[in-house]
């Protein structure tokens, strides 16, 4: 197993092994570019999901349904030009590009990971459970928390993680999650 080089990535993108729509541009030849040499930045989408507050709730954690009560309590909002994540303050977003890992002969898992320059600010993006895993379509959901003491302007469409590829061993047998096809954050 290894990691992607970005020239691994694009030539990855350009042979289906794997698909991120919008395809992010411009190429790791350009200025500017969202590869760096092992990865590529993802944006984020317009949309997040705030936990409710004051509301007695407990997720327990050893049962199925966390989907289906995230989609039922946490309330959708749209950024609109920017939110400010405020310390302490726990949300979902989500990836605007849809990101497909097909099983094939040669298969592919991804890690996403928070952005060093964004985590210096206190910003934690995706901070457990990274891993991708071959046969993954959807959204990447983000989970995302403001550990520093400032408040945080997030924007729709600003790069706010990164997605490292990796070869996998062996073509494995297909195990769908609960997160498979998801389109937002919630599942």
Request: glycine share 8%; charged share 20%; with cysteine.
């Amino acid at each position: 197993m290894g990691v992607l080089s970005n020239r691994a990535l694009m030539a990855a993108l350009d042979a289906g092994h794997l698909v991120i729509d919008p395809r992010p541009a411009p190429g790791p030849e350009e200025r500017d570019t969202p590869y760096d040499t092992i990865s590529v930045d993802l944006c984020l989408a317009p949309e997040i999901f705030i936990p409710p507050s004051g509301m007695s709730l407990t997720f327990d954690l050893r049962t199925a349904g966390i989907v289906q009560t995230l989609r039922r309590v946490y309330e959708r909002r749209e950024i609109g030009e920017s939110w400010t994540l405020q310390p302490n303050e726990f949300i979902l977003g989500s990836t605007i590009e849809r990101i497909e890992l097909p099983l094939s002969d040669r298969c592919l898992a991804a890690r996403v990971e928070g952005r060093s320059s964004l985590a210096r600010t206190g910003l934690l993006v995706h901070f457990t459970a990274p891993t991708i895993h071959p046969g993954f379509t959807g959204n990447i959901a983000l989970e995302m928390i403001n550990l520093g003491k400032i408040p945080l302007t997030l924007r729709p469409g600003q790069r706010v993680c990164q997605l490292i590829v990796e070869t996998v061993e062996g073509e494995p047998i297909r195990a769908d999650s609960q997160f498979q096809g998801q389109r937002q954050a919630t599942g």
